[in-house]
């Protein structure tokens, strides 16, 4: 676990993980596409990458993102691109415009498909044929979900059309302009089996309203009714929080003295 001193240390630091990421593509290594995420613990993070890219070279830059093929975990049903509050405008505004990525290499579930169930097969079916994701990242949710995979959970869940539970509905109404009423009750998600299959997950938690859920996440026994706690079981999970978030977490400290305010802890 590394825990940063605020949000946009963070950010940074995540970023930089999502950059490591490019890099190896670039230099020919083999490489599977990259798992993103949304939501506001994300904002951070996409800011401090087009930051670090645009302090790149033009043609350093472009080699890294002519490799850039990414999935994103998911997305509201009857929510399009053409809608600001859908989570496709919501990445095209943070990254695909300011990266100028072409059409394709930021993938989401279609919101508008006249066939949501069908269409999350399709894009389940899309990432297994791409080898499968590389870095995942991941929010974690008021209630313990993992993209949409709301409570009951299990592991082997796969990419589906769900119900949004009510909390999770209450948690993202001040993301919309008319409030709760335009949250849509449905979404798209990459499933927990696809999500756990991925050689690298990092959970990225900010902000002392996930505290007690980020401590049972990692702390209580792997279990149906908290879909995040299956992580503990995944070879490389990296834990990237700030104070505010790893204020439960009795066994972690910040050290005095420390220049940046990072610490590293297993």
């Not at 946009?8 to 993980?17: I, M, N, P, T, Y």
């Not at 990525?101 to 508008?112: E, F, N």
């Not at 409570?151 to 796969?158: D, S, V, Y």
Request: hydrophobic residues 40%; charged residues 20%.
């Amino acid at each position: 676990m590394e825990v940063a001193p605020g949000p946009e240390a963070l950010g940074h630091r995540v970023a930089a993980l999502v950059l490591e990421a490019l890099r190896s593509v670039a230099t020919g290594r083999p490489a599977k596409p990259l798992g993103l995420a949304t939501g506001r613990t994300m904002e951070p993070v996409y800011g401090a990458l087009v930051e670090q890219l645009g302090g790149l070279p033009s043609r350093k830059r472009q080699e890294l993102l002519a490799g850039w093929t990414s999935f994103n975990l998911d997305e509201y049903v009857g929510l399009g691109p053409g809608d600001p509050e859908s989570f496709a405008a919501s990445m095209e505004r943070a990254v695909g415009a300011p990266l100028g990525l072409a059409p394709g290499q930021l993938r989401l579930p279609d919101g508008l498909a006249p066939h949501p169930e069908r269409e999350a097969r399709r894009y389940g079916q899309a990432i297994t044929a791409a080898g499968g994701l590389g870095l995942q990242l991941l929010g974690l949710g008021t209630n313990g979900h993992v993209g949409f995979n709301e409570p009951p959970c299990p592991p082997e869940a796969p990419t589906r059309c769900l119900e949004l539970d009510p909390a999770t509905r209450h948690q993202n109404a001040s993301l919309f302009a008319a409030g709760l009423a335009a949250v849509p009750q449905r979404a798209i998600t990459v499933g927990l089996a696809e999500i756990l299959a991925a050689e690298t997950v990092v959970l990225v938690v900010s902000g002392e309203a996930k505290a007690e859920i980020l401590r049972r996440s990692l702390e209580e026994p792997p279990q149906p009714q908290l879909p995040a706690s299956w992580l503990q079981g995944h070879q490389y999970l990296k834990v990237l929080v700030d104070e505010a978030a790893a204020s439960r977490l009795g066994w972690v400290r910040v050290s005095e003295g420390k220049p940046d305010g990072w610490v590293t802890t297993s």
